[in-house]
């Protein structure tokens, strides 16, 4: 009988010993996929300009689509996705100017969208070395924030890797931030 028991208790702790080393390869593994990410296949966020949508009526279009990218690029520090509306309606503004025959206007909003482009791709840049550096150093709640930035910033795009890769981090990049608080 006591033998049988010592054969046991070494199963038992075999047993447990075993599934503690299945359960710590698991969140390694998954510690591992959540770090992982496209390194170099970022998608760009602007493609070619918009052009005018309504040549007769060029002028009272320009004038709007340049009051509302005023009032986007004004609110950007606050909301990613309205930095892309401000570009998206300058580049509007001077094709709609263009077509009225207004030069210096157009050029003006072409100049305006190039420098908010600038300062836009620069910020996308720099979140996502943030995103990597917070995954890498396990900062769970400083990657979900980039992760939610990036998302805005990249929710015209459509169908990307990156987008894809982003989205699929997301719900575990929570856990972890919720877990630590």
């Not at 503690?20 to 969140?27: K, M, Q």
């Not at 791709?121 to 992760?147: M, P, T």
């Amino acid at each position: 009988m006591g033998l049988d028991r010592v054969k046991l208790r070494v199963f038992a702790l075999a047993a447990v010993v075993a599934i503690a080393a299945g359960l710590t390869a698991l969140i390694r593994e998954e510690q591992r996929t959540v770090a992982q990410r496209p390194v170099s296949d970022y998608p760009s966020l602007f493609g070619t300009p918009l052009r005018c949508p309504s040549a007769p009526q060029a002028l009272p279009r320009a004038t709007q689509a340049e009051e509302h990218a005023y009032f986007y690029a004004e609110r950007y520090p606050y909301d990613p996705g309205d930095g892309i509306a401000a570009v998206h309606g300058f580049q509007e503004a001077q094709s709609c100017y263009r077509a009225a025959g207004l030069a210096d206007r157009a050029q003006m909003a072409g100049r305006r969208a190039s420098e908010l482009i600038t300062r836009i791709n620069v910020d996308y840049a720099s979140s996502r070395l943030v995103l990597e550096n917070a995954l890498d150093s396990e900062q769970w709640g400083l990657a979900l924030s980039e992760i939610h930035r990036l998302l805005r910033l990249t929710e015209h795009v459509g169908d990307h890797a990156y987008v894809t890769h982003l989205w699929s981090i997301v719900g575990k990049v929570s856990i972890r931030a919720n877990a630590r608080r």
